[in-house]
Protein backbone atom coordinates (compact mmCIF):
# COMPACT_ATOMS: atom_id res chain seq x y z
CA UNK A 1 0.00 0.00 0.00
CA UNK A 2 1.19 3.65 -0.49
CA UNK A 3 1.93 5.88 2.49
CA UNK A 4 -0.03 8.17 0.72
CA UNK A 5 -3.39 7.07 0.77
CA UNK A 6 -5.86 8.71 -1.40
CA UNK A 7 -9.14 10.09 -0.05
CA UNK A 8 -13.00 10.32 -1.08
CA UNK A 9 -15.03 12.81 -0.19
CA UNK A 10 -18.03 14.25 -1.49
CA UNK A 11 -20.08 17.63 -2.09
CA UNK A 12 -22.99 18.35 1.27
CA UNK A 13 -24.97 21.67 0.88
CA UNK A 14 -23.49 23.44 3.51
CA UNK A 15 -20.94 26.28 3.51
CA UNK A 16 -18.19 24.07 5.99
CA UNK A 17 -14.56 23.31 4.24
CA UNK A 18 -16.08 24.51 1.15
CA UNK A 19 -19.01 21.97 0.57
CA UNK A 20 -16.66 19.33 0.89
CA UNK A 21 -16.68 15.56 3.29
CA UNK A 22 -14.29 13.27 3.66
CA UNK A 23 -16.00 9.81 3.58
CA UNK A 24 -14.97 6.79 5.41
CA UNK A 25 -15.21 4.14 3.01
CA UNK A 26 -15.70 1.42 5.78
CA UNK A 27 -18.89 3.22 6.94
CA UNK A 28 -20.06 4.91 4.02
CA UNK A 29 -22.92 2.78 1.29
CA UNK A 30 -24.28 4.00 -1.88
CA UNK A 31 -28.37 4.64 -1.62
CA UNK A 32 -28.70 6.47 -4.11
CA UNK A 33 -27.63 7.91 -7.32
CA UNK A 34 -24.13 8.85 -7.31
CA UNK A 35 -21.37 10.32 -9.63
CA UNK A 36 -18.06 9.22 -8.90
CA UNK A 37 -15.89 11.95 -10.62
CA UNK A 38 -12.26 10.77 -11.50
CA UNK A 39 -10.43 13.63 -11.96
CA UNK A 40 -6.93 13.58 -13.78
CA UNK A 41 -2.83 13.53 -13.34
CA UNK A 42 -2.55 16.09 -10.58
CA UNK A 43 -5.59 15.77 -8.46
CA UNK A 44 -3.97 16.12 -5.31
CA UNK A 45 -5.46 17.70 -3.21
CA UNK A 46 -9.04 18.00 -1.26
CA UNK A 47 -9.68 21.76 -3.38
CA UNK A 48 -8.66 20.08 -6.73
CA UNK A 49 -11.20 17.01 -5.86
CA UNK A 50 -13.90 18.92 -4.88
CA UNK A 51 -13.22 21.42 -8.21
CA UNK A 52 -13.93 18.34 -10.20
CA UNK A 53 -17.48 17.99 -7.80
CA UNK A 54 -18.42 21.56 -8.74
CA UNK A 55 -18.03 20.77 -12.38
CA UNK A 56 -20.43 17.75 -12.20
CA UNK A 57 -22.69 20.05 -10.08
CA UNK A 58 -23.15 22.17 -12.47
CA UNK A 59 -24.15 20.23 -14.86
CA UNK A 60 -26.90 18.38 -12.70
CA UNK A 61 -30.17 21.18 -12.88
CA UNK A 62 -32.79 19.95 -10.74
CA UNK A 63 -31.07 16.61 -10.10
CA UNK A 64 -28.10 18.32 -8.09
CA UNK A 65 -30.33 17.28 -4.52
CA UNK A 66 -30.70 14.10 -5.26
CA UNK A 67 -27.29 12.83 -5.78
CA UNK A 68 -24.00 11.76 -4.29
CA UNK A 69 -21.05 13.34 -6.04
CA UNK A 70 -17.70 11.63 -5.29
CA UNK A 71 -14.22 13.06 -5.69
CA UNK A 72 -11.07 11.47 -4.94
CA UNK A 73 -7.85 13.24 -3.54
CA UNK A 74 -5.06 11.00 -5.35
CA UNK A 75 -2.69 12.46 -2.48
CA UNK A 76 0.36 11.68 -4.67
CA UNK A 77 0.21 8.27 -5.05
CA UNK A 78 2.21 7.05 -7.46
CA UNK A 79 0.76 7.22 -10.70
CA UNK A 80 1.65 3.68 -12.02
CA UNK A 81 2.92 1.28 -9.02
CA UNK A 82 -0.09 1.61 -6.60
CA UNK A 83 -3.00 2.30 -9.49
CA UNK A 84 -3.89 -1.15 -9.43
CA UNK A 85 -3.97 -1.23 -5.71
CA UNK A 86 -6.13 1.84 -5.00
CA UNK A 87 -7.88 0.63 -7.92
CA UNK A 88 -9.00 -2.97 -6.12
CA UNK A 89 -9.84 -0.49 -2.65
CA UNK A 90 -12.39 1.13 -4.91
CA UNK A 91 -13.80 -1.48 -5.73
CA UNK A 92 -14.05 -3.39 -2.64
CA UNK A 93 -15.57 -0.54 -1.03
CA UNK A 94 -17.79 1.61 -2.87
CA UNK A 95 -18.73 -1.17 -5.51
CA UNK A 96 -18.87 -4.76 -3.63
CA UNK A 97 -21.31 -3.63 -1.26
CA UNK A 98 -23.78 -2.83 -3.95
CA UNK A 99 -23.84 -6.82 -5.28
CA UNK A 100 -23.18 -8.39 -2.18
CA UNK A 101 -24.39 -9.38 1.36
CA UNK A 102 -22.53 -11.33 3.78
CA UNK A 103 -19.47 -11.93 1.02
CA UNK A 104 -22.29 -14.08 -0.81
CA UNK A 105 -23.86 -12.80 -4.08
CA UNK A 106 -27.28 -11.38 -4.14
CA UNK A 107 -29.80 -11.77 -6.74
CA UNK A 108 -29.34 -10.40 -10.30
CA UNK A 109 -31.52 -7.95 -10.32
CA UNK A 110 -30.90 -6.29 -7.10
CA UNK A 111 -27.71 -6.41 -8.01
CA UNK A 112 -28.45 -4.58 -11.10
CA UNK A 113 -30.74 -2.08 -9.97
CA UNK A 114 -27.54 -1.11 -7.15
CA UNK A 115 -25.23 -1.09 -9.92
CA UNK A 116 -26.85 1.22 -11.76
CA UNK A 117 -26.81 4.06 -9.22
CA UNK A 118 -23.22 4.35 -10.58
CA UNK A 119 -22.32 6.81 -12.88
CA UNK A 120 -18.28 7.31 -13.54
CA UNK A 121 -17.22 10.76 -14.79
CA UNK A 122 -13.29 10.27 -15.76
CA UNK A 123 -10.93 13.41 -16.84
CA UNK A 124 -7.48 12.24 -18.96
CA UNK A 125 -6.20 9.88 -16.65
CA UNK A 126 -8.91 9.48 -14.79
CA UNK A 127 -10.19 7.24 -17.59
CA UNK A 128 -6.95 5.18 -17.16
CA UNK A 129 -8.00 4.63 -13.20
CA UNK A 130 -12.00 4.12 -14.34
CA UNK A 131 -10.48 1.13 -16.75
CA UNK A 132 -8.44 -0.35 -13.28
CA UNK A 133 -11.60 0.39 -11.19
CA UNK A 134 -13.75 -1.91 -13.42
CA UNK A 135 -11.04 -4.52 -14.17
CA UNK A 136 -10.97 -4.76 -10.19
CA UNK A 137 -14.92 -4.96 -9.94
CA UNK A 138 -14.92 -7.51 -12.56
CA UNK A 139 -12.63 -9.95 -10.76
CA UNK A 140 -14.26 -9.14 -7.62
CA UNK A 141 -17.81 -10.21 -9.18
CA UNK A 142 -15.66 -13.77 -10.07
CA UNK A 143 -14.87 -14.12 -6.61
CA UNK A 144 -18.65 -13.67 -5.74
CA UNK A 145 -19.42 -16.57 -8.19
CA UNK A 146 -21.82 -14.46 -9.86
CA UNK A 147 -21.19 -16.53 -13.77
CA UNK A 148 -20.11 -14.77 -16.77
CA UNK A 149 -23.17 -13.39 -18.57
CA UNK A 150 -24.52 -12.11 -14.98
CA UNK A 151 -21.23 -10.18 -15.08
CA UNK A 152 -21.76 -8.71 -18.60
CA UNK A 153 -25.12 -7.50 -17.26
CA UNK A 154 -24.22 -6.14 -14.19
CA UNK A 155 -20.87 -4.05 -15.55
CA UNK A 156 -23.48 -2.71 -18.00
CA UNK A 157 -24.99 -0.76 -16.14
CA UNK A 158 -22.12 1.63 -14.90
CA UNK A 159 -22.23 4.55 -17.07
CA UNK A 160 -19.06 6.07 -17.90
CA UNK A 161 -18.19 9.77 -19.37
CA UNK A 162 -14.73 10.72 -20.26
CA UNK A 163 -13.53 14.00 -21.42
CA UNK A 164 -9.91 14.42 -22.49
CA UNK A 165 -9.26 10.47 -22.39
CA UNK A 166 -5.28 9.71 -22.77
CA UNK A 167 -5.72 5.98 -23.61
CA UNK A 168 -8.23 3.52 -24.95
CA UNK A 169 -6.51 0.79 -23.46
CA UNK A 170 -9.67 -2.29 -22.89
CA UNK A 171 -12.15 -0.75 -23.95
CA UNK A 172 -12.90 -3.47 -26.23
CA UNK A 173 -12.69 -5.76 -23.41
CA UNK A 174 -15.37 -3.76 -21.02
CA UNK A 175 -19.13 -4.02 -21.04
CA UNK A 176 -20.04 -0.88 -19.93
CA UNK A 177 -21.19 1.93 -21.57
CA UNK A 178 -19.10 4.72 -22.22
CA UNK A 179 -19.74 8.67 -23.79
CA UNK A 180 -16.33 10.17 -24.87
CA UNK A 181 -15.53 13.70 -25.48
CA UNK A 182 -13.01 14.49 -27.73
CA UNK A 183 -11.82 17.99 -29.30
CA UNK A 184 -9.23 18.32 -32.37
CA UNK A 185 -7.94 21.50 -30.25
CA UNK A 186 -6.99 18.65 -27.10
CA UNK A 187 -2.97 18.90 -27.20
CA UNK A 188 -2.97 15.54 -25.94
CA UNK A 189 -3.67 13.87 -28.78
CA UNK A 190 -0.85 14.83 -30.63
CA UNK A 191 1.74 12.98 -28.67
CA UNK A 192 3.75 11.59 -31.63
CA UNK A 193 4.89 8.33 -29.13
CA UNK A 194 1.05 7.05 -29.40
CA UNK A 195 0.46 4.71 -31.91
CA UNK A 196 -2.89 6.38 -32.69
CA UNK A 197 -3.99 5.25 -36.30
CA UNK A 198 -7.13 5.22 -38.26
CA UNK A 199 -9.67 1.80 -37.87
CA UNK A 200 -13.12 2.81 -38.91
CA UNK A 201 -12.02 1.52 -42.47
CA UNK A 202 -16.49 1.11 -42.97
CA UNK A 203 -16.92 5.46 -42.93
CA UNK A 204 -15.90 5.24 -47.00
CA UNK A 205 -19.11 3.53 -47.19
CA UNK A 206 -20.83 6.03 -45.55
CA UNK A 207 -22.54 8.68 -48.08
CA UNK A 208 -21.42 12.29 -46.37
CA UNK A 209 -19.22 14.88 -48.22
CA UNK A 210 -15.10 14.48 -48.71
CA UNK A 211 -14.91 17.26 -46.01
CA UNK A 212 -17.45 15.27 -43.89
CA UNK A 213 -15.41 12.32 -43.99
CA UNK A 214 -11.80 13.86 -44.06
CA UNK A 215 -13.04 15.65 -40.59
CA UNK A 216 -14.30 12.31 -39.25
CA UNK A 217 -10.90 10.15 -39.97
CA UNK A 218 -8.70 13.31 -38.30
CA UNK A 219 -10.76 12.76 -35.30
CA UNK A 220 -10.75 9.22 -35.12
CA UNK A 221 -7.13 8.83 -35.69
CA UNK A 222 -6.92 8.31 -31.96
CA UNK A 223 -8.20 4.83 -32.07
CA UNK A 224 -5.22 2.37 -31.45
CA UNK A 225 -5.84 -0.43 -34.05
CA UNK A 226 -4.12 -2.56 -31.19
CA UNK A 227 -6.57 -2.57 -28.53
CA UNK A 228 -9.80 -2.39 -30.67
CA UNK A 229 -11.61 -5.04 -32.24
CA UNK A 230 -11.37 -4.77 -36.11
CA UNK A 231 -14.82 -3.02 -36.86
CA UNK A 232 -17.15 -5.49 -39.40
CA UNK A 233 -20.65 -3.37 -39.01
CA UNK A 234 -20.64 0.34 -40.72
CA UNK A 235 -20.70 2.96 -37.67
CA UNK A 236 -23.96 5.09 -36.85
CA UNK A 237 -23.21 8.93 -37.56
CA UNK A 238 -25.85 10.78 -36.05
CA UNK A 239 -25.02 14.40 -37.37
CA UNK A 240 -23.41 15.00 -40.08
CA UNK A 241 -21.86 18.52 -40.45
CA UNK A 242 -18.83 20.20 -41.79
CA UNK A 243 -16.84 21.89 -38.97
CA UNK A 244 -19.39 21.09 -36.57
CA UNK A 245 -20.28 18.23 -33.61
CA UNK A 246 -20.29 14.89 -34.71
CA UNK A 247 -22.19 11.96 -32.79
CA UNK A 248 -20.58 8.19 -33.58
CA UNK A 249 -21.84 5.01 -32.03
CA UNK A 250 -20.45 2.03 -32.12
CA UNK A 251 -21.20 -1.07 -30.08
CA UNK A 252 -21.26 0.38 -26.48
CA UNK A 253 -19.40 3.73 -27.22
CA UNK A 254 -20.53 7.09 -28.02
CA UNK A 255 -18.23 9.52 -29.36
CA UNK A 256 -18.93 13.04 -29.22
CA UNK A 257 -16.30 15.04 -31.62
CA UNK A 258 -16.68 18.75 -31.74
CA UNK A 259 -14.81 21.63 -33.13
CA UNK A 260 -12.48 24.08 -30.85
CA UNK A 261 -14.37 24.32 -27.27
CA UNK A 262 -12.80 27.29 -26.73
CA UNK A 263 -13.48 31.06 -27.88
CA UNK A 264 -9.57 31.68 -28.62
CA UNK A 265 -9.04 28.37 -31.31
CA UNK A 266 -5.41 28.72 -30.10
CA UNK A 267 -6.28 27.48 -26.74
CA UNK A 268 -5.74 24.15 -25.60
CA UNK A 269 -9.28 22.25 -24.87
CA UNK A 270 -7.69 19.85 -22.53
CA UNK A 271 -9.14 21.47 -19.49
CA UNK A 272 -12.63 19.99 -18.41
CA UNK A 273 -13.44 23.37 -16.83
CA UNK A 274 -14.90 24.06 -19.93
CA UNK A 275 -17.82 22.42 -19.64
CA UNK A 276 -18.72 24.24 -16.21
CA UNK A 277 -21.98 26.65 -15.96
CA UNK A 278 -22.93 29.03 -14.27
CA UNK A 279 -25.86 29.32 -11.90
CA UNK A 280 -28.11 30.83 -14.35
CA UNK A 281 -27.31 27.79 -16.70
CA UNK A 282 -25.30 29.96 -18.97
CA UNK A 283 -21.97 28.92 -20.14
CA UNK A 284 -18.56 30.29 -18.86
CA UNK A 285 -17.16 33.35 -20.97
CA UNK A 286 -14.46 31.26 -22.61
CA UNK A 287 -16.58 28.88 -24.12
CA UNK A 288 -17.12 28.99 -28.07
CA UNK A 289 -20.74 27.71 -29.01
CA UNK A 290 -19.33 24.19 -29.26
CA UNK A 291 -18.31 24.30 -25.91
CA UNK A 292 -21.30 25.34 -24.58
CA UNK A 293 -22.98 22.41 -26.89
CA UNK A 294 -20.81 19.67 -25.65
CA UNK A 295 -21.22 20.81 -22.23
CA UNK A 296 -25.09 20.83 -22.50
CA UNK A 297 -24.42 16.89 -24.63
CA UNK A 298 -22.58 15.80 -21.54
CA UNK A 299 -25.14 17.61 -18.98
CA UNK A 300 -27.84 15.41 -21.31
CA UNK A 301 -26.06 12.51 -20.95
CA UNK A 302 -25.41 12.89 -16.46
CA UNK A 303 -28.74 13.35 -16.03
CA UNK A 304 -30.63 10.93 -18.42
CA UNK A 305 -28.36 8.39 -16.58
CA UNK A 306 -29.01 9.37 -13.34
CA UNK A 307 -32.85 10.03 -13.75
CA UNK A 308 -32.57 6.55 -14.96
CA UNK A 309 -30.73 5.32 -11.04
CA UNK A 310 -33.91 6.98 -9.69
CA UNK A 311 -36.58 5.00 -11.74
CA UNK A 312 -35.16 2.18 -10.69
CA UNK A 313 -35.08 3.27 -7.08
CA UNK A 314 -38.60 3.78 -7.19
CA UNK A 315 -39.42 1.00 -9.44
CA UNK A 316 -39.75 -2.64 -8.46
CA UNK A 317 -38.62 -3.74 -11.90
CA UNK A 318 -35.57 -3.20 -13.27
CA UNK A 319 -35.48 -0.57 -15.65
CA UNK A 320 -31.73 -1.02 -18.10
CA UNK A 321 -30.18 2.41 -19.03
CA UNK A 322 -30.51 2.27 -22.97
CA UNK A 323 -28.79 4.45 -25.68
CA UNK A 324 -31.78 3.66 -28.16
CA UNK A 325 -35.33 3.86 -27.51
CA UNK A 326 -37.09 1.24 -25.46
CA UNK A 327 -41.00 1.25 -25.56
CA UNK A 328 -41.87 4.77 -24.07
CA UNK A 329 -38.42 5.27 -22.69
CA UNK A 330 -36.61 7.45 -24.95
CA UNK A 331 -33.00 6.68 -25.66
CA UNK A 332 -29.68 8.73 -24.96
CA UNK A 333 -28.47 9.12 -28.50
CA UNK A 334 -31.69 10.96 -29.90
CA UNK A 335 -31.89 13.59 -27.22
CA UNK A 336 -27.71 14.05 -27.62
CA UNK A 337 -28.70 14.25 -31.26
CA UNK A 338 -31.36 16.93 -30.93
CA UNK A 339 -29.11 19.03 -29.31
CA UNK A 340 -26.27 18.57 -31.57
CA UNK A 341 -29.00 19.07 -34.51
CA UNK A 342 -30.02 22.26 -32.40
CA UNK A 343 -26.09 23.85 -32.76
CA UNK A 344 -25.13 22.17 -36.64
CA UNK A 345 -28.55 23.60 -37.68
CA UNK A 346 -30.19 26.35 -35.24
CA UNK A 347 -33.09 25.14 -34.27
CA UNK A 348 -34.41 24.13 -38.04
CA UNK A 349 -35.11 20.49 -38.44
CA UNK A 350 -34.01 18.60 -41.29
CA UNK A 351 -35.83 14.82 -41.78
Known sequence: MSKNKFIVGRRVPNNLNNQWQVLDLDNFKINKPTVLVLGGNGTDSN???????KIVSSLLGNFINDVNILGINYNNIDEYEDLKENA????KKIFVPLVSKNNKKIDIKTACKNVRNITILAHCLGDTRANYIIENFKDDLHGLNYDNNEINLILEQIFLISYGINTYAGYNNRSIKCLNVISPNDTMWYDSNKPWVKVF??????????YDKNYIKYLLRIYNDDKWDHIDK????FTMQSSKCFILQQNNIILIAPTALNKDENTDDHNIKILKRNSDWSI??????A????????????????????LNMQSDKFIPFNFQDNKNIPGLINQLEDIAHDY??????HL
Request: charged share 20%.
Open 47 to 53: MLANGYC
Open 88 to 91: DIIS
Open 201 to 210: ENLDKVKMSI
Open 234 to 237: PITI
Open 284 to 289: NNEASS
Open 291 to 310: GDTVSKLVACALCNSVANSM
Open 344 to 349: NYGNER
